[in-house]
């Protein structure tokens, strides 16, 4: 299987213990393994972690949620946009997608494997 590490935001973590007990549930939160790498990036507000997550998701279990895309202005945007966005998540963009703040805000559905 392929993988690949990208670095997440885990709010503040203040030494190694705090990682210790933070990253690999934040890794797991993401369907990933936390590599044991983390550093802040802004001091007393954020530090990320680095995690490996295999490039596809797979499983028998699935679930769907909705996530924030930015506007979109047609359904043809939404599908040119959706799976990049869905993507970014470790999911798969479902098709469907809803204006929550007109001019502001639009949510896609993504589907998780695992």
């Avoid at 802004?42 to 506007?71: C, F, H, R, W």
Wanted: glycine share 8%; proline share 5%; charged share 20%.
């Amino acid at each position: 299987m392929s993988t690949f590490k990208v670095n997440i935001p885990a709010g503040p973590i203040w030494n190694q213990e705090d990682a210790n007990v933070k990253a690999p549930k934040v890794a797991a939160a993401h369907e990933g393994k936390w590599t044991g790498q983390w550093n802040t990036v802004v001091d007393s507000q954020m530090s990320v972690i680095e995690v490996e997550l295999p490039v596809k998701q797979d499983g028998s279990n699935s679930y769907k949620t909705t996530v924030i895309a930015g506007p979109l202005w047609s359904n043809e945007e939404a599908q040119q946009v959706g799976p990049a966005i869905a993507a970014s998540y470790g999911a798969t963009f479902t098709g469907q997608w809803n204006t929550i703040v007109e001019g502001k805000m639009s949510v896609i559905e993504i589907e998780y494997k695992f």
